[in-house]
């Protein structure tokens, strides 16, 4: 009898992590998408996710300014932050302090649930 078996083989991933900031309320990540074809628009290869324990929110990306102090604008809010901190403001009001992540890695529970958003 002849049996054959097949090896598990890693995915290859969906996404790499461009930005990522954390607080007790949550992760804000921008990532860059890289399973889609070259000509794909901008603002479905970058996007900005709001990741909670349960949840991923994508955000509508409307501007941005760079300098000592970036700032992010999108429609449900804005994003200010430099190399240690970021402050997400939404326009419902509610603020959110954020820790800047420098080695920009999810854990994995919400590393699977961006892949389950994204697929």
Known sequence: ????????????PLYEVLFLFSAPQGHLAEIKRLDL???????????????????VTALQFVDMADGPHPQR???EGRLRFDDRQG???????????????????????????????LS
């Open 73 to 75: 604008t999108f429609k």
């Open 87 to 117: 402050e997400l403001c939404f326009a419902s009001g509610r603020t959110v302090q954020l820790s800047t992540e420098v080695d920009k890695t999810l854990p994995q529970s919400l590393m699977r649930l961006v892949n389950l958003h």
């Open 37 to 55: 074809p070259a000509d794909t628009p901008k603002a479905t290869v970058y996007q900005w996710l709001w990741i909670q324990a349960a949840t």
């Open 1 to 12: 009898m002849l049996r054959t078996t097949f090896a598990k083989l890693p995915m290859p």
